[in-house]
């Protein structure tokens, strides 16, 4: 096998190099590596320091989250190198570039120097996967910095740029040219040999301040009680006050509790996920994709304008275009005051925000998309509309110009079709406001050619999006699963509960902790715009043809009750205050006695939650078997990249099997008894009803039988 790690002589320093990529991960393969060849370091007493870089992009960017699974992973091997590193007679340098995380920044602490390249960031990110750090990094980094930035980066999870690292004492100095800064620093240090600082040596710079960043500790973990990291970081800092042994200690035993935590596999099941969605089956990696630098945008309503900022901020020229010049400066106005915003909270400069505008025209004229590369219509979302403007788009996009039609439900194929050259065209679909939301989903049609696809993943990866592949079908995979939810939502506060009784079980954490519940979620997203959908599905005939079916929502669009924007829907609104809205509570009485729905409230916090979560994994397992996703873990992606679904539960294919599939089809039977099931709502999916009977993982499944 060939190694990852090798070591080099330069005169008398030894040079530790570490190539793994892409992120140069610490995996056992590597940890092994580097031991040996820090043994052959030790055993050449002709060498008088040692230099660990790493080869890449990035010096080491964490422990190889991929085998955090495998019951038989321990951090010890490499524990124990770092403090035979540490120990070491002879002065180790670490020189660090790119993402310095995790075990990147343990390895690099280990060492008794540490120059940094400009650009370089630090951080100890495991809290993101619902770990401490695992490599004496919570005992190491409170000496090296002080009690109070080692809990800002073990408890926040973010990245600091080299310059504060630099202040902090984590780096002891930045270099245009570390290679040579860390010969020099060899040489030096190789001199003075009882002047190495050895970091677990250090006392604690500020101590003083523990019963301080104890109680911050503390108010952290008591706001996160079902996310047990939170509640460790406190005694493994309190032990960095005291004998390093001790707290190697109390921090080892932390780390072994939290890796077989449900939240710590949840969290990496995500992180793993997030990266597995960019890849295609079938869709070799190799695949061109085309040459795209002008992005044409139209239609400039509220969210042609989010995504024509999406793209500008990823450095695309953006042409913008709308149907009047009236329309236009709306439009600009819209673009213009959303960079604002960001200026007002701090998240651009006035510099960067114009430099984005400035990549931006706009025209009141089709003609003006004839140079885009890349086109995003996003006019009004009606059927009609939609395949007159494709129609046009098809004659003036040049040659290989992809035409991407955004839309949240509509059949892309038709749209494909009407542009008259369908290998050039897929969906998307932004989420809203859609340049602050992360999740995208690419719509494939039945004839989009592979690099069309190749390319918009790309960039969408440019433009910072997580993107998802959907098939095509009404809602794709995130609102068609959205509809049973609401379906349920309301099907409830017409028995009786109140939206908040609701929202409250969605968001509880300890049950199950969504950022927002069916209800206030509406409200947000506006009434109008979810019930206009669903009338306009019923319409057509694919919707279900039951008078009862989401009426409260479709009332209340008719009443005008549009949630935020007109004061009052599910809530009451004063400012952002949401308050109770008696006036939703008659109206759901009058229609339940209106549908022959009978009363029953209060409504068991169980029934509630399990009525709003089993039909969307039901309903999930029918689009795996559609082919609508293309793996389980897409779908874990779009709940937590889009809707709010809190990555520590995994999504709702990850908590399904948490919960059991047996359990979930037994309730769903159940709720299919005691409610009655004319209309088919608790037909348990097929492919659900095999995989609980054989007592399988719905997460593992493919549709092909190979790895997912
Ligand atoms: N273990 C295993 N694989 C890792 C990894 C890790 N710690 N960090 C990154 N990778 C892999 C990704 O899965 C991806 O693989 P793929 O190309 O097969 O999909 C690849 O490295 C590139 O990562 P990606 O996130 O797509 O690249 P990026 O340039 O956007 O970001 C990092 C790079 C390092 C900033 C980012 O990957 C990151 O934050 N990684 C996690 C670091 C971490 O949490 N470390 C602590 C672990 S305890």
Redesign the pocket.
């Known amino acids: 096998m060939i190694s990852t790690v090798t070591l080099n002589r330069e005169g008398d320093i030894a040079i530790m190099r570490i190539d793994n990529p892409?992120?140069n991960?610490l995996s056992p393969a590597t940890v092994r590596d580097m031991d040996a060849t820090f043994r052959a370091f030790e055993s050449d007493a002709a060498t008088r320091a040692l230099l660990i870089e790493c080869a890449g992009?990035?010096f080491i960017?964490?422990?190889?989250?991929?085998v955090f699974d495998d019951p038989s992973f321990s951090p010890a091997p490499l524990n124990a190198l770092l403090d035979r590193i540490e120990a070491s007679e002879r002065p180790v340098i670490a020189i660090l570039h790119g993402?310095v995380?995790?075990?990147g920044l343990e390895v690099a602490m280990a060492a008794h120097h540490r120059i940094a390249a400009p650009g370089t960031r630090i951080g100890m990110?495991?809290i993101?996967?619902g770990?401490v750090p695992g490599s004496l990094g919570t005992q190491r980094l409170p000496r090296l910095a002080g009690l109070a930035t080692a809990f800002e980066l073990i408890s926040t999870g973010r990245p600091i740029e080299v310059e504060r690292a630099l202040e902090a004492g984590i780096v002891d100095a930045i270099a245009e040219n570390p290679q040579a800064a860390a010969r020099d620093a060899a040489h030096r240090l190789a001199a003075q040999p009882a002047r190495l600082r050895r970091a677990s040596r250090i006392e604690v710079p500020d101590a003083a301040e523990l019963p301080a960043v104890l109680a911050d500790a503390a108010r952290l973990a008591a706001s996160k009680p079902h996310q047990p990291a939170y509640a460790e970081i406190g005694p493994c800092l309190a032990a960095a006050c005291g004998d390093h042994a001790a707290g190697a200690a109390v921090e080892a035993s932390a780390f072994a509790r939290l890796i077989p935590s449900a939240p710590a596999r949840a969290l990496r099941h995500v992180?793993?996920a997030d990266?597995?969605a960019?890849?295609i089956p079938g869709l070799p990696e190799a695949t061109e994709s085309r040459p795209v630098a002008q992005v044409g945008i139209l239609g400039v309503g509220t969210m042609g304008g989010a995504i024509a900022m999406a793209f500008a901020n990823a450095g695309f020229a953006v042409t913008l275009v709308e149907t009047s010049q009236d329309a236009l400066d709306r439009g600009l106005g819209i673009v213009a005051r959303n960079y604002a915003a960001s200026v007002k909270r701090g998240r651009l400069s006035e510099a960067e925000a114009a430099e984005r505008q400035a990549r931006m025209t706009g025209h009141a004229d089709m003609a003006a998309l004839a140079d885009a590369d890349l086109v995003v219509e996003a006019v009004f979302e009606d059927m009609e509309l939609k395949l007159d403007v494709a129609a046009k788009l098809g004659a003036v996009c040049k040659p290989g110009a992809i035409i991407a039609t955004n839309t949240s439900t509509l059949d892309v194929d038709r749209i494909a079709a009407a542009t008259g050259r369908p290998t050039d065209v897929l969906g998307t679909h932004f989420f809203s406001p859609a340049h602050v939301m992360r999740l995208l989903e690419v719509v494939r049609g039945r004839n989009t050619a592979p690099d069309v696809l190749a390319t918009v993943m790309r960039i969408a990866r440019r433009n910072g999006k997580t993107a998802v592949v959907s098939g095509v079908c009404y809602g794709f995979i995130g609102n068609r699963m959205a509809e049973v939810y609401m379906r349920e939502s309301e099907a409830m506060q017409l028995e009786g509960a109140s939206p908040a009784d609701i929202d409250g079980v969605a968001e509880d954490p300890a049950l199950w902790g969504m950022a927002m519940g069916p209800s206030r979620m509406l409200d947000m997203a506006g009434v109008d715009v979810g019930a206009r959908t669903v009338i306009e599905w019923i319409k057509s005939g694919e919707g279900p043809q039951d008078p009862s079916y989401r009426i409260l929502c479709r009332t209340m669009f008719e009443e005008g009750l549009h949630g935020q924007k007109t004061g009052a829907g599910y809530y009451r609104y004063e400012g952002r205050e949401a308050l109770p809205n008696p006036a939703l509570g008659d109206l759901a009485g009058r229609l339940a006695a209106g549908h022959g729905v009978s009363r029953r409230a209060p409504l068991p916090r169980e029934e509630m939650l399990e009525r709003l979560l089993f039909p969307m994994i039901n309903e999930a397992a029918t689009i795996l078997s559609e082919g609508i996703a293309l793996r389980p873990s897409d779908i874990d992606v779009v709940w937590t990249a889009g809707y709010g679904f809190p990555a520590w539960r995994g999504g709702p294919l990850f908590m399904a099997d948490e919960i059991g599939l047996g359990r979930i089809v037994a309730r769903m039977d159940h709720y299919a008894a005691i409610l009655g099931n004319a209309r088919g709502y608790w037909n348990v999916a097929p492919l659900l009803r095999q995989l609980a009977s054989t007592g399988a993982r719905i997460s593992d499944w493919t549709s092909t039988g190979e790895e997912a």
């Open positions: 892409p992120v991960a992009r990035t960017a964490g422990g190889d989250i991929s993402t995380l995790g075990g990110p495991e993101t996967l770990l992180f793993l990266r597995r960019q890849r």
